[in-house]
């Protein structure tokens, strides 16, 4: 037990020379400013559980201008939380806040940093832009996405004629979509289907789900490095065992697709083992199991946090419900499934998802950045190894930047000849970032935002959707679970009713 002490006090205490600044360092600005800490754990007893909103509730209360700085364990943070501060911290400074700090997630999750994409957690450099090239061109391309449109369509067909068949039933639209976007995603990087049958697909959504709610924990073994091996919340373990379940999972996928060779039409996996085989040295069966492993994880659960937020929000305003499907009436009918083709044509649903994600973005946090190069903010020095968190949720309701009503679901916000009529969500408007922002913006942003809308217009041209009987739509559960990611505290249960032409559901 003194050892134990002892290690934390070693680590935890600041060293003498920060204690003692020298004459060059009192010529330097001060780091932004933030609440007192405790010894030792400094500001981490004040995140609670639900982060996001604390750090918001901490930079409204301490901050200046959007920028914070907490002391977590004996790692020094600085914390963005308004759209003025994420515009000047990376509008001339984005390369200086391009690297990822090393922690355990990094460490246990991502096969300790071979995550191939690089849009995770690899640091930055000569490989990072390597590998995200080879993302760009094989799998986010506009070509690739337009070829295998019909494998999202085709899913979301399906997806439609099984809710359909049960009329009666109250489905989980969080896992009803997850299933869907896990098949169509797969059918695009592996050539096949990887989710057959409600125990897989339970499965599946547990593991994924589990990653996320484990890369959103604050592991103080991150923030008192000394005490890391101690392990006292048991995250590492359960971090290493969930990596290992994937895994496995992943394995069969891999290698059952080197035993039946490729499909005709070549999908990504197949464009990685040929890399592999032809003496890539930058590749091997880690590089491409950490790949699979964040496409699926970024690419599946996302999609259906973000439309069961959008079902949500609907059903609780049923005026805006009718509206939408109005629109989608108006250009496609009721004898047809809605295409990806159409998409473009139905502003009023782009408003709706761009609501959802200013209100409920998938990701409450950015990825943490670390900086390479010191730099300046409104006077204040943003230090070179520092962790930089950009709150995403509070920049979303900035009220500095979205001055009517910003905790309220107004779709309308957006509408043609409103102040937001021009802001997107591709990191150019800095009061709507929910994929990041910069290098490190979410890479697979064209192909997340294409599912998004195709999923929610097919699901509410479809349907009529209601809350079970005895259930008040206003009075519906909005909680937030707060981790990796943000889905609903309590999975939305609704029924749907057909509304088409009955022979479209055939």
Known sequence: MIVIILSILFFSVPPLSSLFPTHADRRRPPLPPG??????????????????????????????????????????????SSASAAAKCFRSNDTKLSSRPPNSMGRHITYNFQDLAGHIMAPYGPRWRMLR??????????????????????ELATLVRDVASGRDAVIDVGAVVNTCATNALARELVGRRVIVGGEEAAKFKEMAAEISRLAGEFNIGDFVPGIDWLDLQG??????KTRERFGEFLEK????????????????????????????????????????????????ETTSITV?????????????????????????GRNRFISESDLSKFPFLHSIVKETLRLHPALPLALPRMTIEDFEIDGYLI?????????????GRDPAAWPDEPCEFKPDRFGSSSLHANVDVKGNDFELIPFGIGRRMCAGINLGLRMVHLTTAILLHSFDWTLPEGNMAQMLDMEER?????????????????????????
Request: charged share 20%; aromatic share 6%.
């Open 35 to 80: 609440p007192k800490g405790w010894p030792l754990v400094g500001n981490l007893l004040q995140l609670g559980t639900k982060v996001h909103q604390a750090l918001q509730h901490l930079s409204n209360s301490h901050g200046s201008a959007g920028l914070l700085r907490l002391r977590l364990g004996t790692v020094d943070v600085i914390v963005i």
């Open 253 to 300: 996928i891999i290698d059952d697709h080197r035993s039946k060779g490729f499909n005709h039409t070549k999908d990504f996996l197949s464009v990685l083992i040929e890399m592999h085989d032809s003496a890539n040295e930058e590749l091997d069966d880690i590089n491409i199991k950490a790949l699979l492993q964040d496409m699926f994880i970024a690419g599946t």
């Open 482 to 506: 707060f981790g990796g990611t943000m889905p609903k505290a309590k999975p939305l249960m609704a029924k749907a009713m057909p509304r088409l032409a009955p022979n479209t559901y055939l």
């Open 235 to 240: 995250l590492n373990r359960k971090m290493k």
């Open 383 to 395: 230090p070179k190894g520092i962790t930089v968190l950009i709150n995403l949720w509070a920049i």
């Open 133 to 154: 090239k080879i993302c760009a061109t094989h799998l986010f391309s506009t070509k690739v996405l337009d070829s295998f449109q019909h494998v999202r369509e085709d």
């Open 308 to 332: 069961e937020w959008i079902l949500a929000e609907l059903i609780r305003q049923p005026k805006i419900l009718a509206r939408a499907q109005q629109e989608l009436d108006s250009v496609v």
